[in-house]
């Protein structure tokens, strides 16, 4: 097994080492952020940075990275407050990765994908139409990092829109009928498969699996 430190870290070439350290955290969600400007120009960008927060109220962050590399994204939602998240499917895995190329601001990522921006009532920013699992977030706070001038990012969920035959009784979601993909690093992308779901541990009791 190899090993390395700090120093030799430090050492490795810029890309070597951001693909490195962006692979060694595992297996990620990954999703496509929509977003509206102030004069109604739709801005999408995937994101593999995506975090549970808590579930009442429904709070989910994401982390953004200096402003200088991912800029429209936050003006928008610092703009109009509201944003959606989409999960990305094998059908349009490619389109989506497209979406993190560095295009000017008032291009449509929607149109030079080839994917569609839908608007759903008292929702002001666009939906994926082709994700099953999509919801809208209204903006809470906004929490500098200064270690690396990174933003970790909080919204409330306020609207889900979702396949209802993939939910199961007990309110868990089953992302692997629709093929929810997940990433590693920041170019690759996985599909998923339950492989067992456990009753909520307690200490001295064996866990049992969900059927």
Not at 30 to 51: E, K
Not at 78 to 102: L, R
Not at 143 to 164: C, M, R
Request: net charge negative; with cysteine; proline share 3%.
């Amino acid at each position: 097994m190899a090993t390395f430190n700090t120093e030799q870290i430090a050492s490795w070439e810029r890309f070597y080492r951001a693909n490195f350290i962006n692979s060694l955290t595992g297996y990620k969600s990954v999703s496509l952020l929509g977003t509206i400007n102030s004069v109604g120009h739709p801005n999408l960008a995937v994101f593999s940075s995506i975090v549970h927060i808590g579930s009442n109220p429904p709070l989910i962050g994401f982390i953004n990275r200096p402003v200088t590399g991912a800029s429209h994204t936050l003006a928008n939602i610092e703009a109009t407050g509201i944003y959606t998240i989409n999960h990305i499917h094998s059908t349009f895995v490619q389109q989506a990765h497209q979406t993190s190329a560095k295009y000017d601001v008032g291009i449509s990522e929607f149109e030079e994908v080839g994917l569609t921006a839908v608007f759903h009532e008292h929702i002001a920013a666009p939906f994926v139409k082709e994700s099953h699992v999509k919801y809208a977030l209204s903006l809470q706070e906004i929490i500098p990092i200064k270690l690396n001038d990174t933003l970790l990012v909080i919204g409330k969920v306020i609207s889900i829109h979702i396949e209802q035959e993939i939910i199961a009784e007990d309110g868990f979601i089953h992302l692997e009928k629709v093929n929810s993909l997940c990433s590693n690093g920041i170019d690759s992308y996985y599909t998923t498969e339950l492989l067992a779901r456990f009753q909520y541990a307690k200490p001295g009791i064996q866990s049992q699996k969900i059927n």
